[in-house]
C-alpha cells in the first residue's frame, strides 16, 4: 500500500520562506507530486520530481530524495495568495497510469 | 479549454434521497477518476476509468455508490440511498495517457450536504 505524512498547518510570515516536507511508503514509486488547493477550489498541479533533486518554478520549488523517501516543497517571497493547502501525492503502483494517492495535506497560512 | 466540468456544484439533500452528480471529463482525455474529500479522510480515491471501463472500484465505500461512464465525454456518481456520513465534496479529475509528470486536472467539485 502507499501512505504520505505531511504536517497538518504551517503558518509563515509574507515574505518568508516556508518547507513543507512529505514523507512517503509505496510499494512502487513513480515520482512525487504537489497540488495546491484554495479554499472552497480544486487541488491544481504545482510540481513533479520523478528524479532526486531540485526543480525550480518561480518562487516554488520541490525537491526529492528517492532513498529517504522525503520530498519537501518550498515556497519563496511568501504571498497572501498563497494561503491554501498543499498536497503531496504519488502514484498507487509502479505505472504511470495509475491513480494518485494524496497526503491528507498541509493548511499553510500566511500572517502580515 | 474547458476543464473538467462537474454537476451540481452544491447539493443538500435529504437522508435516503437519491443523489447523482456528473462530470465531463477534458475533450481527450482517457481517464476519468472520482475522488471524496473529507475533513477526516482527506481526498480519497472511489473509482477509476480508462477509455469508458472501470479499472478499480475498490474505494467505493458501499453498495449504496455506483459509477457509470457510458461514453468519453460523460461520467455520474449515484448515491442511492444517501446517508449524513456521504457528505462531502467529490471531485471528478482526468488525465491522458503520455500526459508529463503527474498531472490530473480536477473539476470544481460538488459539494454534497446530507440531512
Known sequence: ?????????????????????????????????????????????????????????????????????????LLQELQMKDSA??????????????????????RLSVIA | DAGVIQSPRHEVTEMGQEVTLRCKPISGHDYLFWYRQTMMRGLELLIYFNNNVPIDDSGMPEDRFSAK????????LKIQPSEPRDSAVYFCASRKTGDSGNTIYFGEGSWLTVV
Open chain 1, 1 to 73: 500500500g502507499q501512505s504520505l505524512e505531511q504536517p497538518s498547518e504551517v503558518t509563515a510570515v509574507e515574505g518568508a520562506i516556508v518547507q513543507i516536507n512529505c514523507t512517503y511508503q509505496t510499494s512502487g514509486f513513480y515520482g512525487l507530486s504537489w497540488y495546491q488547493q484554495h479554499d472552497g477550489g480544486a487541488p491544481t498541479f504545482l510540481s513533479y520530481n520523478a528524479l532526486d533533486g531540485l526543480e525550480e518554478t518561480g518562487r516554488f520549488s520541490s525537491f526529492l530524495s528517492r532513498s529517504d523517501s522525503y520530498g519537501y516543497l
Open chain 1, 85 to 106: 493547502s498543499y498536497f503531496c501525492a504519488v502514484r498507487s503502483l509502479l505505472s504511470g497510469n495509475t491513480p494518485l494517492v494524496f497526503g491528507k495535506g498541509t
Open chain 2, 69 to 76: 461512464m457510458p461514453n468519453a465525454s460523460f461520467s455520474t
